[in-house]
């Protein structure tokens, strides 16, 4: 998954004294898209000495040597040396590459659009700034205090006997594959969000829930956890054809995975297409 970078490894930990230096990668966000420069399985951000003048600098994390830290929007520089915007979709089918870069997209993504939006305190409207500790936001005129947002999801593969329940959502610009997936709602366990997510999508219920494996998906801000379950008596599929179009049984021998191996989900397909999933 896009997360499995090993040797390297991401650290997270909030430092706000930390000061660029020359060699380090700047996170610059103009809209919905992320500056970056380089060629196919090359690619990589900006480093600070490409660009001229002050920037407004925050540092996010580091992936081994290597820190990155987000250009706040005022002052927020156009272009760099050899560097273009790009979608994060544009990333991952394009760029491909190499891996902890495009995690390092993913996560960078994650938390400059937390600090994006909430420039302003939702209880008092006032600015927020950085807090001096730890990785939230704090209000100065009311002390409310913002941590980032994690949103909790699904990812379920609904199995019937050497069968399992693949789909392509309705109104996506996808071709391949993928499995039932959907957000957890308030004063719902993940236990019962896959099986409502499965009935509303497939009109399918479930049994048998074994959890598999989780994974950070930083472009919508969630954490997505995969879990396996079998059929609950009949297996005829009552598809949901606002949330999808298309959901068909595939035995395993003919699952074909995504384009890539970044995902919960394909891994999720290809365990079970090699069965290395959890059968109980």
Not at 7 to 16: A, G, M, Y
């Amino acid at each position: 998954m896009i997360q499995d970078i090993l040797p390297k490894r991401l650290n997270n930990v909030f430092d706000p004294a930390r000061e660029a230096g020359e060699d380090d990668f700047v996170v610059c966000v103009l809209g919905q898209e992320l500056m970056l420069k380089g060629e196919e399985w090359h690619a990589e951000f900006p480093r600070r000495k490409e660009f001229s003048g002050n920037l407004n600098l925050l540092y996010l994390f580091s992936v081994e040597e290597n820190a990155y830290y987000l250009a706040l929007e005022e002052g927020l520089p156009e272009e760099a040396a050899g560097g273009t915007y790009r979608t994060l979709r544009d990333m991952r089918y394009r760029l491909k590459g190499p891996r902890d870069t495009m995690y390092a997209a993913y996560t960078a993504w994650h938390l400059a659009l937390w600090y994006r939006d909430n420039r302003y305190c939702g209880r008092c409207g006032h600015s927020t700034r950085p807090h001096e500790r730890e990785r939230a936001l704090v209000c100065p005129s009311c002390g409310h205090v913002i941590y980032p947002r994690l949103i909790p999801a699904v990812i379920v593969g609904v199995i019937h006997g050497d069968e399992i329940l693949m789909t392509k959502y309705a109104n996506r610009p996808m071709s391949f594959y993928a499995l039932v997936a959907g957000f957890t709602e308030i004063g719902e366990t993940l236990e019962e969000c896959v099986a409502r997510e499965v009935m509303e999508e497939a009109g399918l219920r479930v049994k048998n829930l074994r959890y598999y494996k989780s994974q950070p998906w930083g472009s919508v801000q969630d954490l997505l956890m995969g879990f396996f379950c079998d059929v609950d008596g009949d297996a005829t599929i009552h598809m949901d054809p606002d949330e999808l179009k298309e959901a068909r049984w595939v035995h395993r021998k003919d699952i074909l995975g995504q384009t890539d191996d970044w995902s919960l989900t394909h891994e999720m397909m290809m365990a079970f297409r090699e069965g290395r999933y959890p059968e109980k």
